[in-house]
T-cell receptor, first 112, second 115 residues
């Protein structure tokens, strides 16, 4: 079945460092890909998405590019802030059904 | 309401008791999902409702788990004869109908602790 694999955390970085959180997927057909974020004490919310190959999703300085050839959707940010500390989830939804599959999440700690 | 509402926010119960968790989705959202979030396990899909179609129950971990959705709106997740391994945060999410945009709107969850 469809699945999402993302790097295990926690990831600890200093403020202004470059961030990459890896995500790869397995799916039949042409899934849409997402990153969700869960800030401390808050519910999950959509961060960005890409619905077809080579699309780039971006929001709040974060970017991720849908790479069909490597089945990846890595999350990047050029300069992280303390306020980016959260848990990040990579997810996919196939066009076969409406089930949305999440990775296990990556906890990010940004040190001032 | 403006967002997805879940109740109770916290529930402590004894092993063997039944619990009911409630989800009130965003008005007009026809798709409703239940997930379970356990430490180190990420988000585990449980069940999915879409309109009047039969629900996708493929993620329910055992027959102790069931869910229903009345009138296409409020949903209740029931766990019978709770076990300690059922302790987790149960998340509900809803999505509008139409194109498969994938954007889910999540509630803040119901934290279940089974003693």
């Amino acid at each position: 079945g469809d699945s999402v694999t993302q790097m295990e955390g926690p990831v600890t970085l200093s403020e202004e460092a470059f961030l990459t959180i890896n995500c790869t997927y397995t799916a039949t057909g042409y899934p849409s890909l997402f990153w969700y974020v869960q800030y401390p004490g808050e519910g999950l919310q959509l961060l960005l998405k890409a619905t077809k190959a080579d699309d780039k999703g971006s929001n709040k300085g974060f970017e991720a590019t849908y790479r069909k050839e490597t089945t990846s959707f890595h999350l990047e940010k050029g300069s992280v802030q303390v306020s980016d500390s959260a848990v990040y989830f990579c997810a996919l939804t196939s066009n076969r059904d409406d089930k949305i599959i999440f990775g296990k999440g990556t906890r990010l700690h940004i040190l001032p | 309401g403006a967002g997805v509402s879940q109740s109770p926010s916290n529930k402590v119960t004894e092993k063997g008791k039944d619990v009911e968790l409630r989800c009130d989705p965003i008005s007009g959202h026809t798709a409703l999902y239940w997930y379970r979030q356990s430490l180190g396990q990420g988000l585990e899909f449980l069940i999915y409702f879409q309109g009047n179609s039969a629900p996708d129950k493929s993620g329910l971990p055992s027959d102790r788990f069931s869910a229903e959705r009345t009138g296409g709106s409020v949903s209740t997740l029931t766990i019978q004869r709770t076990q300690q391994e059922d302790s987790a945060v149960y998340l509900c999410a809803s999505r509008r109908s139409g194109a498969n945009t994938g954007e889910l709107f999540f509630g803040e969850g119901s934290r279940l602790t089974v003693l």
